[in-house]
């Protein structure tokens, strides 16, 4: 058994969970649900098993490094982040339906993984810029965040379902429907995720501009990663104001979410592959 | 500080705010499409002549995040958080140091959440055992007497208003970094051949020589590969020197810099040179003799009258990997023989033996930054996770107890408190409590 066939076996098991909470939602199966928890659990299990593993394969090639450092190895986490992150919701919340909404961007982001053919998945040594010890905190801290905005993109697009079908008043959805959270406890969930997802990125910029200051001499360089980082802290910081100050809630600030959310994943993403910069090692 | 002054009103709005914020996130943008500090002609040959031009005066060419409009932005956030934060700031302060023993019972009446039990002692009694029992939950609580009754009050982490205050003043602190590094700091760079020494670097932007102060020593840069041809590490061994003392020593890599009177070298690049030192020691006599020599020139050694010269090299891009020399004493037939590049080699003559060693030279490319502002920079960031684990995750909570004498010496109790944030839970933490304590 190596890293890659439980990495493997992550993305069907993310997927069949993905199936587990949708069965519940649509069928309302009661009895599912602490299965769904369960199934979750033992595929993040896996997963951990799977990058532990990595980790330690890393050190038999004698290359000896986090498997954080490319852009398989990060979406890999990312997806583990994600399944964290929902986890511990679920915990506090005690409500299962978020999982439609959460999973399957984990099983999402394995399928990237594990299917993209762009994406070199070799246990590769790290060219000297990676080699410092900002590496394991900048990476760790911003997956925390941007795996928050996640699932509270997840929870604005539930409300914007959830207040679409209240408007219409359609009794055939609201049957569907009528297992979401009530509207105010989502809006709150969103707000309280997105909270804790913006004090994360805020660390994740911190530690990354510590970084390039040991790496470079310089803490900030206004290069394309960067700024998008300081763009998605911005559409967060409006979206915080305008609900502490100006009583923002409901459909805005789910809308935002969802804007946010876009903004991050350009952050991650789209930067790398369509702009040049500092970070165009994470490109492969 | 509260006056109607439109302008301080217009600059102390969360409007402003946002709207600022919205701006800047739009903008950013721009810079990060159309790449950021290349030559005049780089635009003009990407974009095409009047693009070019237009980018130009719109200055997001070539360092918009650099140009008057930006800095204009950064600057009107600035001033919109002192201003916001002076008009509000002193409200908040109102708020913690409120009399809170100063409230109408009738208000304490209408608050939840909210519980209601009976005892059979006098107030007093009742009133002092209250007291007690809060400050074993660790509730400190204030005591007052009020129309016909008794109020106590009890609050924690009301100094927690202030959070989004630390958050708004760490911004500046951190903007104020960022100042200072730019006002008494500088950036540049310098190439440093191996043995050389320099007292000046170049300025990144306008390339101006800058006076160090003191000497830097590059004595050897080397460099490893992985086997798969990834780049290791880069190394440089760097030397400090004043009035041509060496002061300090180290061996610099990416990610681990070398920092002296506030300036800080750190390996950035390389630059392989056709040029080698070669040392030759005489084996029988032990004279040592060393020369930089161009690749395919003969050398005539001073000393001993050797004759050399690399004839052929192979290598990787500009690095050379093995090298073929070509030696003579003019004692018989040259030798021709091929060496690695830092390796040495025995070459035996009918005279003497000689070891001969050869190394490809090399520039390292330093970057060097003096920037006294980082630590305020730092100090600011770390206030701002301070600051926004306050302002998120910390509430001011409060507790109110009225009791009021009901029948014969019994007393009336009515329990109730507010938090201004996680509600929910609070009202917990007041269920909890209240079953503590209502059996007094």
Redesign the interface.
């Known amino acids: 058994m190596d890293s890659s066939q439980l990495i493997g076996i992550t993305t069907f098991t993310y997927l069949f969970s993905t199936i587990l909470y949708a069965v519940i939602f649509i069928f309302k199966t009661k009895r599912l649900e602490t299965i769904a928890t369960i199934f979750t659990i033992i595929a993040f299990l896996i997963q951990t098993a799977g990058i532990g593993l990595r980790w330690l394969e890393s050190y038999q090639l004698g290359i000896g490094r986090a498997p954080l450092t490319n852009m398989y190895e990060s979406v890999v986490f990312f997806a583990w982040t994600i399944i964290l992150v929902y986890l511990i919701i679920e915990w506090k919340y005690k409500t299962r339906i978020i999982g439609v909404f959460a999973v399957p961007f984990a099983f999402l982001a394995m399928a990237y993984a594990s299917f993209s053919s762009g994406l070199t998945k070799e246990i590769v040594p790290l060219i000297p810029a990676l080699q410092s010890n900002w590496l394991i905190a900048h990476v760790v801290t911003c997956f925390i965040g941007y795996a928050a905005f996640a699932i509270a993109a997840g929870l604005g697009i539930m409300y914007l379902i959830k207040n679409t079908s209240e408007t219409r008043q359609s009794t055939n959805d609201s049957t569907l429907l009528g297992s979401l959270p009530p509207l105010k406890v989502i809006d709150d969930i969103t707000h309280k995720t997105m909270v804790f997802g913006f004090l994360w990125l805020s660390i994740g910029i911190i530690t990354g501009a510590i970084w390039a200051n040991s790496a470079w001499g310089t803490y900030w360089s206004w290069d394309p990663k960067e700024t998008w980082s300081l763009i998605t802290w911005f559409v967060y910081a409006i979206t915080l104001h305008a609900r502490y100050t100006r009583g923002w809630g409901g459909t805005r600030i789910a809308w935002l979410a969802i804007v946010g959310f876009i903004s991050v994943i350009f952050t991650y993403y789209g930067v790398n592959f369509l702009l040049s910069g500092l970070h165009s090692y994470g490109a492969n | 500080m509260k006056n109607n002054n439109p302008i301080w009103d217009f600059f102390a709005s969360?409007k402003l705010?946002?709207f600022t914020?919205?701006i800047?996130?739009i903008t950013?943008?721009i810079?990060?499409?159309i790449?950021?500090k290349e030559s005049a002609q780089w635009y003009i040959d990407k974009y095409g002549d009047s693009t070019a031009n237009l980018f130009q005066i719109l200055s997001f060419t070539p360092d918009m995040?650099g140009s008057a409009w930006f800095l204009f932005l950064l600057g009107l956030l600035c001033l919109n958080l002192i201003v916001c934060s002076l008009e509000r700031f002193p409200g908040v302060w109102r708020q913690i140091k409120a009399d809170n023993l100063n409230i109408p019972v009738n208000r304490l009446e209408k608050m939840t959440p909210q519980h209601q039990w009976h005892s059979p002692i006098k107030p007093e009694s009742v009133a002092s055992s209250l007291k007690q029992a809060l400050n074993a939950n660790g509730w400190k609580a204030e005591e007052r007497k009020v129309d016909d009754g008794i109020l106590l009050f009890a609050q924690q982490g009301a100094i927690t208003r202030t959070g989004v205050y630390i958050v708004h003043t760490s911004i500046l602190i951190i903007f104020a970094g960022?100042l200072i590094g730019s006002f008494l700091g500088f950036?540049g760079s310098v190439m440093l051949p191996e043995t050389r020494t320099t007292d000046k670097i170049y300025a990144f932007d306008t390339q101006a020589p800058i006076d160090l102060g003191f000497e830097v020593r590059c004595d050897s840069f080397n460099m490893e590969f992985?086997a798969?041809g990834?780049?290791?590490?880069?190394r440089s061994q760097l030397a400090i020197l004043e009035n041509g003392k060496v002061i300090k020593e180290k061996a610099i890599?990416?990610?681990?810099?070398l920092t002296y009177k506030g300036i800080?070298f750190?390996?950035?690049s390389y630059q392989a040179y056709q040029e080698f030192l070669i040392t030759i020691v005489n084996k029988k006599t032990g004279v040592s003799e060393s020369a930089i020599i161009p690749y395919q020139q003969q050398q005539n050694m001073q000393e001993s009258g050797i004759r050399l010269g690399i004839i052929n090299a192979e290598g990787q891009g500009q690095s050379v990997i093995r090298m073929k020399i070509w030696f003579t004493d003019d004692n018989g037939e040259p030798s021709v023989f091929w060496l690695d590049n830092g390796e040495q080699a025995t070459v035996e003559r009918s005279t003497s033996n000689y070891t001969i060693s050869a190394k490809q030279m090399y520039a390292t490319g330093l970057?060097?930054?003096k920037?006294p502002g980082?630590w305020v920079?730092?100090a600011g960031?770390f206030l701002?996770?301070i600051g926004?684990?306050v302002a998120?995750f910390m509430s001011h909570r409060r507790i109110w107890l009225y009791i009021r004498e009901d029948t014969d010496n019994m007393s009336s109790i009515l329990l109730t408190g507010n938090a201004n944030k996680n509600k929910a839970d609070f009202e917990k933490k007041m269920q909890l409590l209240a079953q503590q304590i209502n059996t007094i």
């Open positions: 969360v705010a946002l914020l919205f800047l996130s950013s943008i810079g990060t499409v790449p950021q995040y960022a950036k992985y798969n990834m780049p290791k590490f880069y890599m990416v990610n681990d810099p800080t750190y390996q950035s970057q060097v930054a920037d980082v920079v730092y960031c701002m996770i926004l684990i998120f």
